[in-house]
């Protein structure tokens, strides 16, 4: 299968906030996803995900998707 996305079984579902609900599995693919696409530095790549997501500890995966980045530092 070629680059993008790549999801585990379950989707996505949308919670009472009109916020996709990211299930934990799918957190670090979704954010490598946004950060490849836009190097945003930490904080806007989190605001901007924020607006679309909730996930328990994305936060977290965001600082570790970025913080290696040398476009984001």
Known sequence: MGQGLHFSPG???LNDGNKLLMPSTNHRSITQHF???FHPRRDS???LMSHLFI???LFKTL???TQPCELCA
């Open 55 to 57: 996930g328990v500890n």
């Open 35 to 37: 950060h490849d696409s």
């Open 63 to 65: 600082k570790q998707v």
């Open 11 to 13: 989707p996505l579902r």
């Open 45 to 47: 790549l989190f605001l």
